[in-house]
């Protein structure tokens, strides 16, 4: 069954510590993206990722950390430096960065209380 | 940077009626996407349009694409319940992978 996983569907946490959610694809897509959406907004880019070993911040960088150690996984950490990190999370990816489809995964809503 | 704008940014209609939401940027793109991401949940691909002028159906739902490749429109005739959802129009920025998305349309359809 291919696709998108994201773990958990929700989160919670405490203020001041970091969480790491998890995404992974077995589409055998070169590129991967973390995006934020909070209430009523569109999607902000966080990071992305080209390729294996490699990424690139998006819009919202400060606050988050990514690696890209595996094709098919890359994990976003939600660090404590992140002043708003409650929010919907979705990781998306496609066949090659900037011109494919992007297929998205279910999504991690995170509660920092 | 590039960005575009989404109207109307919400619309309630009854069923039955129509639904036109409209893009718009201030520079020429060299593509469109649609997607449409249900309540709770992701966003899914609707299309991708490339051509000055195109037009394209599925169903219900008609996209266009600008003479000027400068904005873009998708309707819905005849709207159903199993329309409502958020739509967002998105495109990649020149050559950086990043796909820009707008801040989305949100369709209530009432029975």
């Known amino acids: 069954d291919g696709g998108i996983t994201q773990s958990p569907k929700y989160l919670f946490r405490k203020e001041g510590q970091n969480v790491t959610l998890s995404c992974e694809q077995n589409?055998?897509?070169?590129?991967m993206y973390w995006y934020r959406q909070d209430p009523g907004q569109g999607l902000r880019l966080i990071y992305y990722?080209?390729?294996?070993?490699?990424?690139q911040k998006g819009d919202i960088a400060e606050g988050y950390s990514v690696s890209r150690e595996k094709k098919e996984s890359f994990p976003l950490t939600v660090t404590s430096a992140q002043k708003n990190p409650t929010a919907f999370y979705l990781c998306?990816?496609?066949?090659?960065?900037?011109?494919?489809?992007?297929?998205f995964g279910p999504g991690t809503r995170l509660t920092v209380l | 940077g590039q960005q575009v704008m989404q109207i109307p940014q919400y619309q309630h209609v009854q069923e039955g009626e129509d639904f036109t939401t409209y893009c718009n940027s201030s520079?020429?793109?060299?593509?469109i996407q649609w997607y449409k991401q249900r309540p709770g949940g992701h966003p899914v691909f609707l299309i991708q349009l490339v051509k000055s002028g195109e037009v394209k159906k599925q169903k219900r739902l008609t996209f266009q694409f600008g003479e000027a490749k400068k904005n873009s429109s998708l309707h819905i005739t005849a709207t159903q319940t199993t329309d409502v959802g958020t739509y967002f129009c998105t495109f990649y920025s020149g050559n950086t992978g990043k796909l820009i998305f707008g801040q989305g349309t949100t369709l209530q359809v009432k029975p």
């Open positions: 998306a990816s496609s066949i090659v960065a900037g011109t494919d489809t992007q297929y």
């Open positions: 520079t020429t793109l060299s593509n």
């Open positions: 589409l055998n897509h070169d590129a």
């Open positions: 990722s080209q390729i294996v070993n490699d990424f």
